[in-house]
């Protein structure tokens, strides 16, 4: 059965039920009242045909108008029930003439009105909360009203979730912030019916015209709220191009229990796969009456790390970061996050090994969490000894330091630019991750590298540089249009972190975790998304350049080399890699070979003893200039 003629069978079954109650009701007021003393003499089988024949042919003129047949029941709410007594009142307005007409052959036609009137509204009611309890548990939902006023809304998804973002609204004071004038669903499975007195108005492929017609019909063009599967990106990227086409501002609908936010959308929505969670237990484990400690923590993914390690209740938070401003700004925020949890705010840098130590031998931390780094791949091109000192330095540092106190654990955050190196910021995170595990296979202390994508909305993303472009009214610039990148969420970055530490159990193992990221976004295809939150048009509001790809950027990167193997974790969407280094017992003297030529700003020699500690990028390095100076 098609989805058209199922919606006609249930609004043939609707009208069906309430015409049967109508006439059900007429009859059994009819027979209450010739049972009474309100009537005497026989029972006129004429006088209660007559008034049963006529009232249905009003009934069905009545509802028919008002359109109660395309309510869907088991989506019953407020509206409907307003929709059902102005319907029962406009039957009773056309039967009244006739009744009037036919007095003198009805007896009691008054009390028979009456009585009928309120027996059919008690059955029609007590119909719709029999189907609500049976779907939902809260047949007296129908009675929350939803406000008339506030912000038009165009509602799109599927018929579940906008059943419970209707009914949420009936509960919240969000639901007098938003009038919600129609919902379009994405398969349009129940097209002319009704959600809680909403009307379906068409399916995906119906939703410019839906928004010219409410443009005209309100003066305004109604915001277009998400949810359910239409948040999904193959449905996202067509619903953005509409939406932009008709200059309606796209919103998302927050999951909250309590109530449903209207918001902008969630750099989470322009991801191509569902966003990862915590798995909280184990974390909270590992977190709950420790001291933690984590080194950049004023950045973009320390704070969120923070932010999320303050509420798993360790016993002490220590923060480590080189910037006055982010380490001012997490310590308030932090404050206000969790005023009884003790944090102690350090301002060092990574480099500074003495100034570790005495942070280290202060805070005796339990878990080290190492994010400082530098990681704008272009500027680390122009400033190699830096990104060697800081990414390469500062990990041993850290981790010396840590192994130092005692520290059970110590998480690495390394970068998916680590695989096949073609940047010095690549490959000096690679060579730290490399120098890590090293140190951890020679002491008690566990070690997790954890391998990133792009972090959507953190410093230095193109995500930020994107809506700075667009606010100024463009050009929106690309380096190339080819190019691709994995992205994830600063929450989804973080808890990865915790994670991986969790997963971690052997004294004395280092391991490399990755999260599944589904597959890479082309950045010519993200930058078109967002210029279309805007609801504007790509190419035609805002023109979209092309730059050419920058020093050290590729096109395309990866999570893991060719010979690392990759193996499935307990939490889903974490992979741990074998990635065997391979390096000997030169190891240590090359490394601080390269430590000791970088602080002696010996770009050359640097670079050549990076491309002997990691040589992948050595080759990639010779191979760029080869082809420079053919």
Request: hydrophobic share 50%; glycine share 8%; proline share 5%.
């Amino acid at each position: 059965m098609t989805p058209q003629r199922a919606a006609r069978r249930a609004m043939v079954l609707t009208l069906s039920f309430d015409v049967a109650m109508a006439a059900i009701a007429m009859v059994m007021a009819s027979i209450l009242l010739w049972s009474s003393d309100a009537v005497s003499g026989p029972y006129s089988f004429l006088s209660a045909g007559l008034s049963t024949g006529f009232f249905i042919i009003a009934v069905v003129i009545g509802f028919l108008i008002r359109g109660v047949q395309k309510q869907v029941w088991r989506h019953m709410g407020w509206p409907d029930a307003v929709m059902m007594v102005q319907a029962v009142g406009l039957s009773g307005l056309i039967y009244l003439p006739v009744m009037l007409l036919l007095n003198g052959m009805l007896v009691a036609p008054w009390a028979t009105f009456l009585v009928t009137t309120l027996l059919w509204m008690i059955f029609l009611f007590a119909g719709r909360m029999v189907a609500l309890s049976r779907s939902t548990r809260t047949p007296l939902q129908i009675f929350s009203p939803i406000s008339k006023s506030g912000q038009p809304v165009l509602l799109i998804g599927d018929a579940d979730n906008c059943v419970t973002v209707l009914r949420r609204l009936q509960h919240s004071t969000q639901g007098a912030k938003v009038r919600v004038l129609g919902v379009v669903e994405i398969k349009g499975s129940d097209p002319g019916r009704a959600i809680r007195g909403v009307p379906i108005m068409g399916c995906m492929d119906d939703l410019g015209n839906v928004i010219d017609v409410l443009r005209v019909r309100y003066g305004q063009i109604p915001w277009l709220a998400v949810t359910g599967v239409a948040r999904e990106r193959s449905n996202m990227l067509q619903l953005l191009e509409i939406a932009s086409t008709h200059g309606a501002e796209i919103m998302a609908l927050g999951g909250d229990e309590a109530a449903q936010i209207l918001a902008p959308l969630h750099p989470a929505d322009l991801l191509a796969r569902p966003e990862r969670l915590l798995d909280i237990a184990p974390v909270r484990n590992i977190v709950r009456g420790a001291s933690v400690l984590v080194t950049g923590g004023g950045g973009t993914i320390g704070a969120e790390l923070t932010r999320q390690v303050a509420a798993l209740e360790p016993d002490c938070l220590t923060i480590v970061d080189s910037s006055e401003f982010n380490l001012y700004s997490i310590d308030m925020a932090l404050g206000a996050l969790a005023p009884q949890l003790p944090v102690v705010s350090r301002l060092g840098d990574v480099r500074d090994m003495s100034r570790l130590t005495d942070i280290f031998q202060r805070a005796q931390p339990d878990l080290v969490i190492h994010a400082a780094a530098l990681k704008h791949v272009p500027l680390m091109e122009h400033n190699i000894c830096e990104a060697i000192l800081t990414n390469v330095g500062g990990a041993v540092n850290a981790a010396r330091a840590a192994v130092a106190v005692g520290a059970r654990r110590f998480v690495f955050i390394s970068t998916d630019k680590a695989v096949d190196p073609d940047n010095v910021m690549g490959a000096t995170k690679r060579l730290a991750e490399i120098a890590v595990s090293r140190l951890a296979a020679d002491s008690s202390m566990t070690a997790s590298m954890v391998r990133f994508g792009n972090v959507l909305g953190s410093s230095g993303s193109v995500v930020p540089l994107f809506e700075r472009q667009i606010a100024a009214g463009g050009p929106v610039t690309l380096t190339d249009p080819g190019v691709t990148r994995f992205f994830m969420t600063v929450e989804e970055a973080s808890s990865l972190v915790l994670q991986a530490a969790a997963l971690q159990a052997h004294e004395g193992d280092a391991d490399l975790f990755v999260l599944d990221m589904g597959d890479p976004i082309a950045i010519l295809q993200l930058a078109e998304t967002m210029i279309r939150l805007k609801g504007l048009v790509p190419g035609v509001d805002i023109e979209i350049v092309t730059t050419g790809l920058r020093d050290g950027e590729k096109m395309h990167e990866a999570l893991t080399y060719s010979h690392e193997q990759i193996r499935p974790t307990e939490v889903d969407g974490v992979n741990r890699v074998a990635s065997p280094n391979g390096h000997g017992e030169l190891f240590e003297k090359q490394l601080a070979a390269l430590l000791e030529a970088a602080a002696r700003r010996d770009r050359s020699e640097a670079l050549r003893l990076l491309g002997v500690l990691v040589p992948e990028y050595g080759a990639n390095r010779a191979e760029r200039n080869r082809r420079q100076s053919a």
